[in-house]
């Protein structure tokens, strides 16, 4: 029971957590190592320091709090932080389905890195957003779970510019979209799948082909 309860009150989210508190132990002249289970390494330290003391200690150094932006009792986004401080990662249910579905990554300086994302609530994160800038700078998802990418995003600023449609399993676009202030302009189509785009479809601001040009060959 005793570990149970420990695995609860926490359990290091990677290596690199594990070995700083490893260290903390150090200096409080109590030997530990880390090992590769964290849950485990968790149930070590909560045996050696007890249950009311490793419950004082692991809450001091390490923050998980979050908001129930539903207000039905559960929080739907949570906040991970490291020992030092800084945020690791946060984790949000946007559905409220119980099942995480949005986690933001930071980098070692607290800024957010990355985004996954499971757009179709299936369980699985099939969409990256990679920040630059503190901006959202590109994305990737593999919409069909085939392991491979089907639409790479390109932005700037945090605005969408193009989005490509990939050939599956390839990294040839057969279908690149460039747009405007959120409206498609203009699209460039491989019609005939030879790997060069050779179409070019403009668009009015209601999204309608209004012309459509043959983009030449390169020389
Ligand atoms: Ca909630
Ligand atoms: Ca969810
Ligand atoms: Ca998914
Ligand atoms: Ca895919």
């Given at each position: 029971?005793?570990?149970?309860?420990?695995?609860?009150?926490?359990?290091?989210?990677?290596?690199?957590?594990?070995?700083?508190?490893?260290?903390?132990?150090?200096?409080?002249?109590?030997?530990?190592?880390?090992?590769?289970?964290?849950?485990?390494?968790?149930?070590?330290?909560?045996?050696?320091?007890?249950?009311?003391?490793?419950?004082?200690?692991?809450?001091?150094?390490?923050?998980?709090?979050?908001?129930?932006?539903?207000?039905?009792?559960?929080?739907?986004?949570?906040?991970?932080?490291?020992?030092?401080?800084?945020?690791?990662?946060?984790?949000?249910?946007?559905?409220?389905?119980?099942?995480?579905?949005?986690?933001?990554?930071?980098?070692?300086?607290?800024?957010?890195?990355?985004l996954e994302a499971d757009d179709d609530f299936n369980g699985s994160l099939e969409t990256r957003w990679q920040y630059h800038d503190?901006?959202?700078?590109?994305?990737?998802?593999?919409?069909?779970?085939?392991?491979?990418?089907?639409?790479?995003?390109?932005?700037?600023?945090?605005?969408?510019?193009?989005?490509?449609?990939?050939?599956?399993?390839?990294?040839?676009?057969?279908?690149?979209?460039?747009?405007?202030?959120?409206?498609?302009?203009?699209?460039?189509?491989?019609?005939?799948?030879?790997?060069?785009?050779?179409?070019?479809?403009?668009?009015?601001?209601?999204?309608?082909?209004?012309?459509?040009?043959?983009i030449a060959a390169p020389q």
């Open positions: 029971m005793q570990i149970r309860f420990m695995r609860t009150v926490f359990e290091p989210s990677n290596a690199l957590e594990g070995h700083m508190l490893q260290d903390l132990l150090k200096q409080r002249g109590i030997s530990s190592r880390v090992d590769g289970a964290p849950g485990f390494f968790a149930a070590l330290i909560g045996l050696a320091l007890g249950v009311a003391g490793s419950y004082l200690f692991f809450r001091a150094p390490t923050s998980t709090t979050g908001i129930d932006h539903n207000e039905d009792g559960t929080i739907d986004e949570r906040w991970f932080t490291s020992t030092r401080g800084s945020a690791v990662r946060t984790e949000v249910d946007r559905n409220f389905d119980g099942v995480v579905d949005y986690i933001y990554r930071y980098d070692n300086r607290g800024r957010i890195d990355a503190g901006s959202v700078a590109s994305g990737e998802a593999d919409t069909n779970g085939d392991s491979s990418i089907d639409i790479r995003f390109h932005l700037k600023h945090g605005i969408l510019e193009s989005m490509g449609y990939l050939v599956p399993g390839s990294e040839t676009p057969v279908r690149i979209g460039y747009l405007r202030s959120a409206r498609i302009a203009f699209a460039e189509l491989d019609s005939d799948r030879d790997g060069q785009m050779d179409v070019r479809h403009r668009y009015s601001d209601l999204a309608e082909i209004v012309a459509t040009e043959e």
